[in-house]
């Protein structure tokens, strides 16, 4: 049985303000980092065998703090990184809505490639769940820890559950430094077993983008 955690990082200026990150690089503010310090506490008690994460800063430094625990290295995937949100990266949300109202009411409404240069769904999907299996192949059998984005996340697991993205938009956001777990069986594949588990003191913070 391989277990599968796929964790979102910790908080950052631009989530604070609910401005649009995509691929930009933003690092964890002192939220982040103590947010990520305790929930290593909790998936370093999962006993992981391997630890990937996406090669922006706000998730390599997430994993950096499991790997403080653990003693496990690191691996970069830049496939890992979050959606890339085109000509809204750098963007209040606000604005976004403002300067391009039409591609902002398609991406509200769960158009899976709403325009203005935002990457699809299907590629989204396609990217990170590729990543993810590769992932896995580095520990069959083992529990893999993979620290990502939040939105990245969540097309991530329905590439490798084979769920739409219309079912996916029925699963919440995960909070800053919260995690979905998926197990996967030979007889059963990938099943999903857990979603937006940690630390319960957290702050919610907006949908990831």
Request: hydrophobic share 40%.
């Amino acid at each position: 049985m391989t277990r599968l955690i796929v964790w979102r990082h910790g908080n950052t200026d631009w989530n604070a303000t609910d401005r649009v990150q995509g691929q930009t690089d933003v690092p964890l503010n002192d939220l982040g980092r103590e947010q990520a310090v305790v929930a290593a506490q909790l998936i370093a008690a999962l006993r992981p065998d391997a630890i990937v994460a996406s090669d922006l800063s706000r998730a390599a430094d997430t994993a950096a703090a499991l790997a403080a625990l653990t003693g496990l290295p690191v691996r970069a995937d830049a496939r890992l990184r979050e959606r890339h949100f085109g000509q809204w990266q750098g963007l209040a949300r606000t604005e976004a809505a403002e300067r391009y109202p039409d591609e902002y009411s398609r991406w509200r409404a769960g158009d899976p490639d709403p325009g203005a240069g935002i990457e699809s769904l299907d590629d989204l999907g396609k990217r990170i769940g590729t990543a993810l299996q590769d992932a896995v192949d580095v520990a069959p059998g083992g529990t893999i820890v993979v620290a990502t984005h939040g939105g990245g996340a969540r097309q991530g697991c329905g590439y490798l559950l084979g769920w739409d993205h219309t079912v996916l938009r029925a699963i919440g956001p995960l909070q800053n430094c919260h995690w979905t777990e998926l197990r996967h069986s030979e007889s059963r594949g990938w099943q999903l077993l857990a979603h937006n588990v940690g630390p319960v003191t957290l702050p919610a913070p907006a949908e990831a983008v």
